[in-house]
Nanobody, 123 residues
Framework: QVRLVESGGGLVQAGGSVRLSCVAS????????MRWYRQYTGLEHELVAE???????DYADFVKGRFTISRPNNENTVFLQMDALKPEDTAGYYC?????????????????WGQGTQVTVSS
């Protein structure tokens, strides 16, 4: 069974930094794009950053220059370095990935979510 497990959230003062980690594990053939989303209470998830399996990053405008997504060796771990944090960055942060597995003898790519980690930025 494929799992995404996040870690690294917590409470930080405005202007501070937090580093989130996400590890994909299980019976996987290939981990393709990996992403970080965030969700404010009661609202939809919004994409924060994405990194392809060749290491190409992409960012939402509201985090450009402040957050950095990375993926060592383009494998199954993704990090989100969050710098210059603002109170409006307070949210649940979720790891998301497209992962290929063998399912009933067929290669399938599915989208998976982690359980989320809370980041709270105090003013």
């Amino acid at each position: 069974q494929v799992r995404l497990v996040e870690s690294g959230g917590g409470l930080v003062q405005a202007g501070g930094s937090v580093r989130l980690s996400c590890v994909a594990s299980g019976d996987m053939v290939e981990v393709k794009a990996m992403r970080w989303y965030r969700q404010y209470t009661g609202l939809e998830h919004e994409l924060v950053a994405e990194i392809s399996n060749d290491g190409t990053p992409d960012y939402a405008d509201f985090v450009k220059g402040r957050f950095t997504i990375s993926r060592p060796n383009n494998e199954n771990t993704v990090f989100l370095q969050m710098d210059a944090l603002k109170p409006e960055d307070t949210a649940g942060y979720y790891c998301n990935a497209d992962i290929m597995t063998w399912t009933l003898g067929v290669l399938r790519t599915r989208n998976y979510w982690g359980q989320g980690t809370q980041v709270t930025v105090s003013s």
